[in-house]
């Protein structure tokens, strides 16, 4: 198969279009041995309102092809119309013993890899965790790709259900987020809620309804605790959410602040004594991750989570579990630690130990490197 040249892996990746984020993985992974990294990414991406236009290469570990797309934005279906007119040419050119995807399996650009793929296995990176029967042609498209999809990459239990629902029976490795440990670290000096300071709990992220925000602020009202509330981030629910704040009195102990760059939002967390991330389940939304869980504990704060879909795995020991929809539940336990700073303290350890153990960059690629190593090598011994 690949006796005589490193194992090439061909990513195709809308995430990576940024370097702040989404392709801080792959030098982990184009560092292992053995292994040739070509990184595939779009020219131009538009998501939550905005237009990200693909930073150039500045990697020297692998090799980035930023490609133009069609369709990148459009209809209900979002983005996962968008397709490469020109990847069949890139893919002849690289000839990939894998292609790793990083796409769902029911978008356009899913398909057109599997159909284009000619000899190389496919590996998929799969975060859906709701099972449901999509509109034509899309279920279609997911049961054809996951048919032929030789390994895949899971974020949580529930994702592993629904692909394991929609007819694939092949192997799963799982896979967490990683975290840029550089960017997120504790402070150098920290002070501790006291007499003289609240609690300071916080959240990063879209302000929409189901993110449970308004549990936050009815279990601040009806906390004996002084507890403060920083938000960050932007979106359909502010207003909403600044009219309840105002109704409960709470004018003078929640702020507000817009998106800013990765080092901005490090700046925030190493600001709070707690993250709250309270998602509430419904028909549409089922927390896949939280990355912003991991990027809290990697600066030594503790998370307080919701029940919802991969929060408490996430969580692990590096912080608090509530239930769903419950301000009472949350009331109670603001009420516990903000008394107690040695058992934030401590729980600020375990969620740095958490990220270290489970979310690091090398874990994500070792991860890679393993699903996409093993279907290379099956895919060999079916086609001998």
Known sequence: MYEHRPLRIASIAHPAVSSEAGRLRYPYLAAKNDVELHLIVPAIWKEFGRTIAAEPPRETGFSVHVLPIRLPHAGPMNWYLHFYPSLGRSLR????????????????????????????????????????????????IRKYVLRHTDHVLSRSPDATMVVRARGYAGPITPIGYGVDAVTFAPSASSVEAGPSRAFRIGYVGRLIEEKGLDDALEAMAMSGAAVSFAIMGEGPYEAKLRERLSWLGLEKRVSFQGWGTPADVANFLRNLDALVLLTRTTRDVREQFGRVIIEAQACGVPVIGSTCGAIPDVVGDGGWIVPERDPQALRDLLDQIAADAALVRAKGLAARANVQARFTYEAVATALETACRAAAEARHRSQS
């Open 93 to 140: 050119e690289l000839d990939p013993d894998v292609i790793h995807l990083w796409e769902e399996p029911w978008s356009i650009v899913a398909l057109q890899a599997q159909m284009l793929r000619r000899r190389a296995a496919v590996v998929l990176e799969v975060d859906q965790n709701i099972l449901k029967r999509l509109p034509p042609p899309f279920e279609a």
